[in-house]
């Protein structure tokens, strides 16, 4: 049943299939971010039933890689529903390079928001 989700996603901006570098407040730019596939299966399988949206807060630390490390859920809604544990799923596949080039990210944190919003083919969107 999962799979028949069309699965739409917002991290600090509009969904795109497989996004382009984005600026980040902390002197960071994505090079990488989780595809729709990703966050499909990552979607909380409780809250896909009845195609339930959802928001999660990441707490993280950056590698010197510009990878994610010692995640923890600051915050999900709606509670009960495991929208950190999917994002948390998600972080090993953001990786983001210092601005300027050469600078490090290494050790800065970050508060990471990630958003799901399931939409079931041929309804309309929850209001």
């Not at 996603?9 to 299939?17: H, K, L, M, N, R």
């Not at 300027?100 to 928001?113: F, N, Q, R, V, Y």
């Amino acid at each position: 049943m999962l799979a028949a989700f069309l699965l739409m996603f917002a991290i600090q901006a509009d969904p795109v299939a497989e996004p382009p570098a984005r600026a980040l407040a902390s002197g960071a730019t994505w090079v990488s971010q989780p595809t729709q596939a990703q966050f499909l299966r990552a979607y909380p399988t409780q809250a896909g039933w009845n195609a339930t949206p959802g928001h999660a807060v990441l707490d993280c630390v950056f590698t010197a890689a510009g990878r994610l490390s010692g995640c923890t859920v600051a915050s999900e809604e709606p509670a009960g529903r495991h929208f950190g544990a999917a994002a948390l799923k998600l972080a090993p596949f953001f990786r983001a390079v210092a601005v300027p080039a050469g600078a490090s990210l290494e050790g800065k944190p970050i508060s990471l928001p990630v958003t799901f919003e399931a939409h079931i083919h041929g309804f309309p969107a929850p209001e």
